[in-house]
């Protein structure tokens, strides 16, 4: 009946001509820039972190409490903020990465929560160092709900809330 779309591919290329250059994406358009935001917006959230450390020192023999409440007021903002871009505003396509991403992953800590609990076994505070694996999770997951229902209830109050953004 007619031809194929097969045969239109199958056709002999010109030999004057060459096979057609790769395409090149602006650094702009591809992971260039997320990449970017996530490394600046990490330096600052771990600076605020070894901040904190600085204001409220914990001794080698004392129970880690500066990192269990950064790690709560990290995940509280991580709810504030996620309900506030994925229910109230359109956020620039960075502004996730750098701040969720980047600031946040860089404030709160995995590393020294993990550092924090080893060296509470190895002191042999055995009772403590599972309290506090185990309290840190809770806490920090606490503080997410938390966050996001007291957010969604202000939002809620002031005509704002879930679906927000679609109401505009």
Same mark, same amino acid.
């Given at each position: 009946?007619? +031809? $194929?779309?097969?045969?239109?591919?199958?056709?002999?290329?010109?030999?004057?001509?060459g096979p057609a250059p790769p395409v090149?994406?602006?650094?702009?358009?591809?992971?260039?820039?997320?990449?970017?935001?996530?490394?600046?917006?990490?330096?600052?959230g771990a600076t605020a972190r070894y901040g904190a450390s600085l204001l409220w020192?914990?001794? +080698? $023999?004392?129970?880690?409490?500066?990192?269990l409440l950064v790690n709560a007021v990290g995940c509280a903002v991580i709810g504030v903020f996620l309900v506030l871009i994925t229910e109230m505003w359109t956020a620039h396509r960075l502004i996730r990465p750098f701040f969720g991403t980047g600031v946040l992953g860089g404030f709160t800590t995995f590393s020294t929560y993990a550092v924090d609990f080893t060296r509470l076994l190895q002191d042999g505070r055995f009772a403590i160092a599972f309290a506090y694996l185990a309290g840190t999770l809770v806490v920090a997951m606490a503080a997410v709900w938390a966050a996001v229902a007291a957010t969604r209830g202000v939002l809620g109050a002031y005509g704002g809330g879930p679906g927000g953004r679609a109401a505009r």
């Amino acid at each position: 009946m007619g +031809s $194929s779309r097969s045969d239109v591919v199958d056709e002999p290329i010109d030999p004057d001509t060459g096979p057609a250059p790769p395409v090149r994406h602006h650094p702009w358009r591809g992971q260039g820039p997320v990449v970017g935001v996530v490394a600046v917006g990490g330096a600052l959230g771990a600076t605020a972190r070894y901040g904190a450390s600085l204001l409220w020192p914990t001794p +080698s $023999s004392a129970f880690p409490w500066t990192t269990l409440l950064v790690n709560a007021v990290g995940c509280a903002v991580i709810g504030v903020f996620l309900v506030l871009i994925t229910e109230m505003w359109t956020a620039h396509r960075l502004i996730r990465p750098f701040f969720g991403t980047g600031v946040l992953g860089g404030f709160t800590t995995f590393s020294t929560y993990a550092v924090d609990f080893t060296r509470l076994l190895q002191d042999g505070r055995f009772a403590i160092a599972f309290a506090y694996l185990a309290g840190t999770l809770v806490v920090a997951m606490a503080a997410v709900w938390a966050a996001v229902a007291a957010t969604r209830g202000v939002l809620g109050a002031y005509g704002g809330g879930p679906g927000g953004r679609a109401a505009r």
